[in-house]
């Protein structure tokens, strides 16, 4: 069976699943295979617990009951949304970028969402497989549908804008990421890009930080909205002061300007908070509007999210981590006043050859930036020289352990590092 054949299928039963175990009456189940498992082995499964169909590449469970034999899984479902995409009357946005990209996509979706139907990516399902998805969740009654778009190697952006074909585009930053997958910083700028140029060939609409040097070589020359600090910005702002949560003034097209409050935090999210403002002047949206879409964001899943527990107050920004957003955090976590500070950072992971070095560069702006409180987790900071001041640990068990035999009270703590070093788990001990 072709996709286009199956698509009159999946209109009848439009929920997908991937999971055997979040079965629903009468959804799709897709059996993907992954390093560690074989969503196949799972179909008679999902069949059993009420699936309409199952789509299959293992020939043994072809001939099952309920099951659809393809020959590849993953490319049939990418297919699928493709031609679900075709069939979407709806402007399409996509975003990309090093930092930001799930914040900003949750601040446009809030600030969208204050007028239209707005379906956007759940989380930070934003690869080969999360976008496809994304894709067919979207119904015909959404009237805006918010893509993001995540890589780790050359060519991906490309692949995903053929699937999502946006009309609208924004990069947010091109920063120091995933480089064992891209080889280099210019692999990061070439992969990154390639959302703008899908756009530009189309014609689309380009929103763009008009701060960003980076941004200005890559599509500078290109028409559309920038948004910045300078005069030159169409969407203008500027911070209004250091504090736990970022406030700001946003001075519209049309020399109007307004207050806005947000429960982020850190001057990073400035860039964020004024590209959500640009979506929503794109799509036509008063002022007013805008800024109460902001103020609704309330940050969580560990990205830049205040919490207090009986004996500290957390800055947990402990979601991934790379050297662009790690110095970020710094910076903001030096710049604000607040008692008793303390720095717990874990490794970046996928630097490659770089990593030493980039870790090394860490440890120098936290000396710089004065912190005596530093705790860092990690084999690739564990290795470092030259710092006796800071307190190195292997592993975030071994770090743990620390904070069970010599608990942390009245401090302001700032939690950072990369998934894998999974600093979450600190918080339990603070």
Request: hydrophobic share 35%; with cysteine; aromatic share 10%.
């Amino acid at each position: 069976m072709t996709a286009k054949e199956f698509y009159k299928i999946f209109l009848r039963n439009p929920q997908i699943c991937t999971d055997s175990r979040k079965i629903t009456p009468g959804c799709l189940f897709f059996a993907l295979r992954g390093d560690s498992f074989d969503g196949n082995l799972f179909a008679p499964d999902a069949i059993k617990s009420g699936a309409a169909a199952a789509i299959v590449d293992d020939p043994t469970i072809g001939g099952s009951e309920g099951c659809i034999f393809v020959s590849n899984v993953l490319e049939f479902l990418q297919e699928l949304a493709k031609i679900h995409r075709n069939h979407l009357t709806i402007p399409v946005f996509a975003l990309t970028g090093t930092n930001g990209k799930t914040t900003t996509k949750e601040l446009i979706t809030s600030v969208l969402s204050q007028r239209f139907l707005v379906n956007s990516t759940r989380g930070n399902l934003n690869n080969h497989i999360g976008v496809p998805l994304t894709i067919l969740d979207t119904r015909h009654e959404h009237q805006v549908l918010v893509v993001e778009m995540g890589a780790n190697h050359p060519g991906e952006i490309a692949f995903l804008s053929q699937i999502a074909r946006p009309d609208i585009g924004l990069i947010t930053n091109i920063g120091k990421a995933h480089l064992e997958g891209f080889g280099s910083f210019e692999g990061v700028i070439k992969t990154k890009s390639e959302l703008f140029e899908f756009v530009r060939s189309t014609g689309g609409t380009w929103i763009r930080n008009s701060d960003d040097p980076i941004l200005d070589q890559v599509c500078g020359y290109y028409p559309g909205i920038t948004y910045g600090t300078g005069p030159g910005s169409q969407i203008r702002g500027v911070a209004e002061e250091a504090s736990m949560t970022l406030k700001l003034r946003i001075n519209w097209p049309d020399g109007s300007s307004y207050p806005a409050e947000s429960n982020l935090t850190g001057g990073y999210n400035l860039y964020n908070i004024l590209a959500a403002a640009s979506v929503g002047y794109h799509f036509g949206m008063d002022p007013e509007s805008v800024i109460r879409g902001i103020a609704d964001y309330q940050p969580s899943n560990m990205r830049s999210q205040w919490l207090k527990t009986a004996s500290n107050t957390i800055l947990l920004d402990a979601y991934n981590a790379n050297p662009s957003s790690m110095s970020l955090a710094l910076k903001h976590f030096q710049s604000v006043e607040l008692s008793g500070k303390v720095v717990i950072l874990g490794d970046m992971f996928e630097l490659g050859p770089a990593s030493r070095q980039e870790h090394d560069l860490i440890l120098h702006q936290i000396r710089e930036l004065g912190f005596e409180r530093v705790y860092l987790a990690g084999k690739e900071f564990s290795a470092a020289k030259g710092y006796p001041e800071f307190r190195f640990y292997e592993t975030t068990e071994q770090l743990i352990e620390e904070l069970k035999s010599h608990p942390l009270s009245g401090n302001t703590i700032l939690i950072k590092g990369s998934r894998g070093m999974k600093l979450e788990r600190v918080v339990d001990y603070l």
